[in-house]
């Protein structure tokens, strides 16, 4: 069975603090890899990641994917107590297939 | 409608009963998800629909558990003789196609069996 593995499961950090997340997968077939961010209870699309190497970025979140590894990296610069939510990372394996999401990453930040 | 919509957003029932569950996907959109989330823990696959191929219900933990979907539009996830264990958030999600995993959630439909 395909894992999709995350690190760690919970994490308590102060405001201003940097955080990596880590995500890992064991699938040989691989399309994409994906983050979300779940504050309450609907998950929000954060980035999707199909090539080795580049970096996305969205303010203080950028995101790396390394194929040849098999891992993802999510990082948050600057934390804020709105960044305090549970961090999914999902993969794809091809067009037309389920979206597999691993356990998440519990995020707190305290001021 | 402008987001993906379900509904009850709660439900509390007595084990034993059966339960329907629906999720209202985002018009046009041709691919729609169901998981089930349980307190402290991630998304947990259960069926999955992609227009009119046959559905992805590799996921469904019983056969208890079973989901219909009407062409693109509404699906309904039915259980069956509730257990306990089967108390969860279960989310639904569409998205446009399914070659990007970028997915729309509705809020979740809270499930207690008591």
């Known amino acids: 069975e395909d894992k999709v593995v995350q690190s760690p499961l919970s994490l308590v950090v102060h405001e201003g603090d940097t955080v990596t997340l880590n995500c890992s997968y064991e699938?040989?077939?691989?399309?994409?890899l994906l983050w979300y961010k779940q504050e309450k209870k609907a998950p929000t699309f954060l980035f999707m990641l199909?090539?080795?190497?580049i970096e996305k970025k969205s303010g203080r979140l950028s995101s790396i994917l390394d194929k040849k590894e098999l891992f993802s990296i999510l990082n948050i610069t600057a934390t804020q107590t709105g960044d305090s939510a549970i961090y999914l990372c999902?993969?794809?394996?091809?067009?037309?297939?389920?979206?597999?999401f691993g356990p998440g990453t519990s995020l707190s930040v305290i001021p | 409608g402008a987001g993906v919509s379900q509904s009850p957003s709660n439900k509390v029932t007595e084990k034993g009963k059966d339960v329907e569950l629906r999720c209202d996907p985002i018009?046009?959109?041709?691919?729609l998800y169901w998981y089930r989330q349980r307190l402290g823990q991630g998304l947990e696959f259960l069926i999955y629909?992609?227009?009119?191929?046959?559905?992805?219900k590799s996921g469904l933990p019983s056969d208890r558990f079973s989901a219909e979907r009407t062409g693109e539009s509404v699906s309904t996830l039915t259980i069956q003789r509730t257990q306990q264990e089967d108390s969860a958030v279960y989310l639904c999600?569409?998205?446009?196609?399914?070659?990007?995993?970028?997915?729309?959630f509705g809020e979740g439909s809270r499930l207690t069996v008591l």
């Open positions: 199909t090539s080795s190497g």
């Open positions: 999600a569409s998205s446009l196609v399914s070659t990007t995993g970028e997915l729309f």
């Open positions: 018009s046009g959109h041709t691919a």
């Open positions: 999902a993969r794809l394996r091809t067009s037309y297939d389920k979206v597999i």
């Open positions: 629909f992609q227009g009119n191929s046959a559905p992805d």
């Open positions: 699938v040989t077939n691989f399309r994409s």
